[in-house]
């Protein structure tokens, strides 16, 4: 199993350009999550799903959408990228309670 | 939402046990107390999630007083490769939207 992968790992966004992160499990999990993190903070939630064709705003869901149209996949879309969306995101998936198991995480710079 | 507190730093020498203390003084009754760890450049891991009294597995014990207002990680006999910041998360069995991480508790371990 490949677990919770992550695409792209880097990248480097102007301001303005929009992109989407891909999430993939392989674990069946109902549950998936997608994660923001600041130079030395812990993690904030952006937005999770709780099933396929459902999502939820969590902490911090400004500037992002999300969709879940498969069960295995978890999208995370910037429409007009800001210097503030700078973090590293991490994607994360769950069967229904807390052990959630993490991507590697993507790395994302808006200049 | 049960805020938890947590030391920023500790320090500690390889072949010692350490304990790492959280605090959630407003912990609701249908909460689970969970602890991750994380790597840097890495998602974060679980270690291990408990309700009452003691849960042990192989890599730590969490204990869990009985008015569960506070929790300690025990991590025994540690090594380098222990280093990494380690997150207490309080929140019900299977609801993403209320679990939080603070800002973690960084532990470095010394030769």
């Known amino acids: 199993n490949a677990g919770v992968t992550q695409t792209p790992k880097f990248r480097v966004l102007k301001t303005g350009q929009s992109m989407t992160l891909l999430c993939a499990q392989d674990m069946n999990h109902e549950y998936m999550y997608w994660y923001r993190q600041d130079p030395g903070m812990g993690l904030r939630l952006i937005h999770y799903?709780?099933?396929?064709?459902?999502?939820a705003k969590g902490e911090v869901p400004d500037g992002y959408n999300v969709s879940r149209l498969k069960k295995q996949n978890f999208l995370l879309g910037l429409e007009s990228a800001a210097p503030s969306q700078t973090s590293v995101y991490f994607c994360a998936s769950s069967p229904a309670y807390n052990e959630q198991f993490f991507g590697p995480g993507t790395r994302l710079t808006v200049l | 939402l049960a805020k938890t507190t947590q030391p920023i730093s500790m320090d500690s020498y390889e072949g010692q046990e350490v304990n790492i203390t959280c605090s959630h003084n407003?912990?609701?009754?249908?909460?689970?107390i969970t602890w991750y760890q994380q790597f840097p450049s890495q998602g974060p891991r679980f270690i291990i999630q408990?309700?009452?009294t003691k849960v042990t597995n192989e890599v730590a014990s969490l204990f869990i007083p009985a008015d569960r207002k506070s929790s300690t990680l025990s991590l025994p006999r540690v090594s380098l490769s222990d280093t990494a910041v380690y997150y207490c998360l309080v929140g019900p069995s299977g609801s993403a939207r209320q679990l939080t991480f603070g800002s973690g508790t960084q532990l470095t371990v010394l030769p």
């Open positions: 407003n912990i609701a009754t249908n909460d689970y």
């Open positions: 799903s709780v099933g396929e064709g459902t999502t």
């Open positions: 408990g309700y009452k």
